[in-house]
């Protein structure tokens, strides 16, 4: 894997730090749905030189070339259809594939700014990689375009406008009843006749008998009617809160809070060619089986032991499959207020490292370590002095207790340096950086790391050790504290 190029980081900016751990969480999310050909257009990005810096990456090897640098202009057009052909193939990968809401939500909002046109493109071999500059794609909006009418449409609406006009005077007149003036008859004369006039005799009123004038009746006063008062309302008795019985040293969201300096943790987790073999078998037919790979024994076996015999010693559950299932339910242990890295050990000559995840992206964090898959391009390998040194130099360690967890079932065997020298200068340098060891091997090749910074180290051969050792390693950092309620 090369490096195309080379970008300045801020690790101090919360947002370009979550857009990285976003486009990490969706290389991881569309690789396995992705041809090697189609996924190579999605440059990786690593963080180099102390977080001073983001490497992007690929496998495609060749001398990058910025595609504007292209001067045949065919060549270059080309390849950008090359780039939409590769787009057009992820958009189509992303419909067939079945995804939850939060990666239905991560698709969406990054399918955007991977066709962004702030992105830089580098043309390997004739091949598009995209480097994402994490930047929005701002288009300036275009000017309405006006359209010139000919002179001659105006004498053409005109004429028409004219003509309705005169179309509809000539129909009001001829059907209108009032455009027409009405011809009202004249009314007859009549002579009035004179008559004198008739008095008309009123007739006269009849006598009115002389009645008795009636008493007035007595006023019957009603007595008041006595008003009852109300019974007074019960008040009802107060509901007893259940009191919330929080567990033992657990931690206040107001010692969170106040904490303006917490703790880190990195956990260095070993995803070499190593940890696929099976926990069921004891640790005499492993190593009988890491002699077979390294030197080609059993050559007389037949085509069908050999796959047969391969089975059995890779079969589930492998040192792999319980390391991740033990190390994704321990994130869920540690407290909130602590943010967790990730340093993966696949390949030599060094170890990947991934920025801190904080409570809310604890998900993302998880997800990535159950899509580890060990490979063995480069020849494999454990560079497991690369991850320490890149952990530590992570850490503070001097001002805050920081800590470093390893998952690991050997020494490093990608390097020459030794190993508990480096572990010796870390504690001089970081006295409060504490590094515990969960030893799935048991051969103790890697003790001197804890016992120099004062960690300790357990050894789990068998799913059920995996989950006590595991959880024995998480509690003696006691960084396990629950939150109160």
Request: hydrophobic share 35%.
């Given at each position: ?15 370009i730090?979550?857009?990285?751990e976003?486009?990490?969480?969706l ?8 041809t090697e ?6 440059a990786t990005p690593k963080?180099?030189?102390?977080q001073q810096?983001?490497g992007?990456?690929?496998d495609l ?5 910025l595609?504007?640098n292209?001067?045949n ?6 390849i950008?259809q ?7 193939d992820?958009e189509?990968a992303i ?8 990666e239905q939500?991560?698709?969406s909002?990054?399918?955007p700014?991977?066709?962004?046109s702030?992105?830089l493109?580098?043309v390997i ?10 930047q929005?794609d701002?288009?300036p ?6 359209a010139?009418?000919p002179f001659?449409?105006?004498w053409?609406?005109?004429l028409?406008a004219?003509?309705?006009?005169g179309l509809?005077?000539l129909?009001?007149?001829l059907?209108?009843p009032?455009a027409?003036?009405?011809i009202?008859?004249?009314e007859p004369?009549?002579t009035?006749?004179i ?12 006598p009115v ?12 006063v ?7 008062e109300?019974a007074?309302?019960p ?13 033992p ?6 010692e969170?809070?106040?904490d303006s ?14 940890m696929t073999?099976?926990l ?9 089986y ?9 050559r007389?076996m ?9 089975k059995?010693?890779t079969r589930?559950?492998?040192?792999l ?5 033990v ?12 943010d967790?890295?990730?340093v ?8 990947d490292v991934?920025?801190f995840?904080?409570?809310t992206?604890?998900?993302?964090l998880?997800?990535k370590i159950?899509?580890?898959?060990p490979t063995a ?6 560079p497991?002095?690369?991850g320490l ?7 503070d360690?001097v001002?805050?207790?920081?800590y ?7 020494e490093d065997?990608?390097?020459?340096n030794?190993?508990c020298?480096?572990a010796?200068y870390i ?7 504490k590094?515990n ?13 804890a016992n120099a910074t ?7 051969q068998?799913p059920k ?10 509690s003696?950092l ?8």
């Amino acid at each position: 894997m090369q490096r195309i190029t080379r970008i300045a980081f801020d690790s101090n900016n919360p947002d370009i730090i979550s857009q990285l751990e976003q486009y990490h969480s969706l290389l991881l999310l569309l690789k396995p749905h992705l041809t090697e050909r189609t996924f190579s257009i999605l440059a990786t990005p690593k963080l180099i030189d102390n977080q001073q810096y983001v490497g992007w990456y690929t496998d495609l090897e060749g001398q990058p070339l910025l595609l504007d640098n292209i001067v045949n202009q065919s060549q270059k057009g080309e390849i950008i259809q090359t780039l939409q052909t590769r787009l057009n193939d992820i958009e189509t990968a992303i419909n067939l594939m079945p995804l939850s809401n939060e990666e239905q939500n991560l698709v969406s909002m990054w399918l955007p700014k991977i066709k962004s046109s702030s992105n830089l493109i580098y043309v390997i071999n004739d091949e598009p990689v995209i480097v994402n500059t994490f930047q929005e794609d701002v288009q300036p909006e275009p000017a309405p375009i006006v359209a010139p009418t000919p002179f001659w449409r105006w004498w053409h609406f005109l004429l028409l406008a004219l003509f309705l006009v005169g179309l509809l005077g000539l129909l009001w007149y001829l059907f209108c009843p009032l455009a027409k003036p009405k011809i009202v008859p004249a009314e007859p004369v009549s002579t009035p006749v004179i008559s004198a006039p008739v008095e008309e005799k009123q007739p006269e009123p009849a006598p009115v008998p002389a009645t008795k004038p009636q008493e007035p009746e007595p006023t019957v006063v009603p007595e008041p009617i006595a008003k009852s008062e109300p019974a007074p309302t019960p008040t009802p008795a107060p509901v007893p809160v259940p009191k919330v019985k929080n567990p033992p040293n657990c931690i206040t969201k107001e010692e969170m809070k106040k904490d303006s300096n917490p703790s880190k943790m990195v956990m260095v987790f070993d995803n070499s060619l190593s940890m696929t073999v099976t926990l069921n078998e004891p640790p005499q037919e492993v190593e009988k089986y890491f002699q077979y790979m390294s030197y080609g024994y059993g050559r007389n076996m037949s085509e069908q032991d050999r796959i047969a015999y391969e089975k059995r010693m890779t079969r589930l559950p492998t040192r792999l499959s319980s390391s991740k299932n033990v190390a994704t339910s321990s994130i869920d242990k540690i407290q909130q207020n602590i943010d967790i890295s990730l340093v993966t050990l696949t390949s030599c000559p060094a170890a990947d490292v991934s920025p801190f995840y904080n409570y809310t992206n604890r998900g993302t964090l998880k997800r990535k370590i159950k899509r580890l898959t060990p490979t063995a391009a480069g020849g494999g390998g454990t560079p497991l002095y690369s991850g320490l040194q890149k952990a530590s130099q992570m850490l503070d360690g001097v001002k805050r207790d920081d800590y470093i967890l390893i998952i690991s079932d050997g020494e490093d065997n990608c390097s020459k340096n030794n190993i508990c020298t480096l572990a010796n200068y870390i504690a001089s340098q970081k006295p409060r950086l504490k590094i515990n060891i969960v030893d799935i091997a048991g051969e103790h090749k890697i003790d001197c790391i804890a016992n120099a910074t004062g960690g300790k180290v357990y050894i789990a051969q068998s799913p059920k050790d995996m989950i006590k050792q595991m959880n024995k390693a998480v509690s003696s950092l006691k960084i396990n504290r629950p939150t109160c309620q």
